[in-house]
């Protein structure tokens, strides 16, 4: 049984388990909190003391993936811009695990691009080797997988769809990333004058947005409209650009997935034509909470 050490590496949580190539099962699952590592000075020391005690235990793994949140270089070795852990921006992190682990094989990737090639290999449905994928959440992230490869773009950094120009003189994540989506909700709920059981204390929460809406919340369901509409346009111009009619939507705001998509709907209608509309699938990611981690061991297959 082939096994693959998956790392999902964060600013405030390192998650790292083995995970099997056949049926993606996760075993001997570790996760901390690397404030230490931070303050030490020497993140990836740390982080290579923790991989050293993996492979120590299971000297069968020789392949490790490592997902980033933030810009690498195009060759896949060094961290450029890590914003979560700014400290390590710069660290040829491949080439130092590489020589302090010889015989081991270390894979970097963003942890957006990570997480949409987890959903080829481990995902739940079958996927054709070219989609989309885009994550909701504190942000707005991405990725283009071609020809079951991700999208690097010129630099190695390509598909960033948060950052594309969206209503209001905003880019796409500052109008509909968790912080704002609860900014524009409480401001329409200001505003509305009907029956709603949305607060109008500026309390709104996104859990309690989903749960108004699954309730039949007019309100609630404007709200989710009008991200779904903005969302609904970003993806016309990615779909345009790539050529690629499949998309699956991750991150913790997915859980808004029935309610944005008849907006979505809406605008892939209104803007693409029938050759894109006869083969198009928008679809909800099925890895959830395991993206990250699934993700990075799924770069071991490259």
């Known amino acids: 049984m082939e096994q693959y050490l998956g790392i999902d590496v964060g600013g405030t949580n390192v998650k790292m388990g083995l995970v099997d190539a056949t049926?993606?099962?996760?075993?001997?699952?570790?996760?901390?909190?690397?404030?230490?590592?931070?303050?030490s000075g020497h993140f990836v020391k740390r982080l290579g003391d923790a991989i050293a005690i993996q492979l120590v235990e299971h000297p069968h793994v020789k392949r490790v993936g490592i997902g980033v949140p933030g810009l690498i270089s195009r060759d896949r070795?060094?961290?450029?811009?890590?914003?979560?852990?700014?400290?390590?921006?710069?660290?040829?992190?491949?080439?130092?695990?590489?020589?302090?682990?010889?015989g081991t094989t270390f894979y970097l990737e963003n942890d957006a691009n990570a997480a949409a090639l987890g959903e080829y290999y481990f995902g739940e449905e079958r996927l054709p080797e070219d989609y989309i994928f885009v994550t909701l959440g504190t942000g707005v992230g991405g990725a283009a997988i071609?020809?079951?490869?991700?999208?690097?773009?010129?630099?190695?950094?390509?598909?960033?769809p948060g950052h594309v120009p969206s209503k209001h003189?905003?880019?796409?994540?500052?109008n509909i990333g968790k912080v704002e989506l609860l900014r524009m909700?409480?401001?329409?709920?200001?505003?509305y004058k009907g029956q709603t059981v949305l607060p109008g204390d500026g309390t709104i929460s996104t859990t309690g947005l989903v749960a108004a809406a699954a309730e039949g919340d007019e309100l609630a369901q404007q709200i989710f409209d009008e991200m779904g509409s903005m969302l609904g346009d970003g993806l016309v111009a990615m779909i345009r650009i790539l050529d690629i009619t499949t998309v699956l939507?991750?991150?913790?705001?997915?859980?808004?997935?029935?309610?944005?998509m008849p907006a979505v709907n809406r605008q892939l209608a209104y803007w693409l034509t029938?050759?894109?509309?006869?083969?198009?699938s928008v679809k909800r990611a099925t890895l959830a909470n395991d993206a990250g981690l699934l993700g990075a061991a799924s770069l071991c297959f490259e």
Request: net charge negative; glycine share 12%; hydrophobic share 35%.
């Open 146 to 160: 071609i020809d079951k490869k991700v999208f690097k773009g010129g630099g190695g950094n390509a598909m960033e």
């Open 77 to 102: 070795s060094t961290l450029i811009e890590i914003t979560a852990i700014p400290e390590i921006d710069g660290t040829p992190v491949i080439p130092d695990l590489s020589a302090r682990f010889p």
């Open 274 to 280: 029938p050759y894109y509309m006869k083969s198009l």
């Open 23 to 39: 049926d993606g099962r996760i075993s001997n699952f570790y996760s901390r909190d690397p404030a230490s590592w931070r303050n």
């Open 185 to 191: 909700a409480n401001e329409m709920r200001a505003e």
């Open 169 to 174: 003189g905003r880019v796409l994540e500052r």
């Open 249 to 260: 939507i991750g991150g913790g705001l997915s859980a808004s997935f029935d309610f944005i």
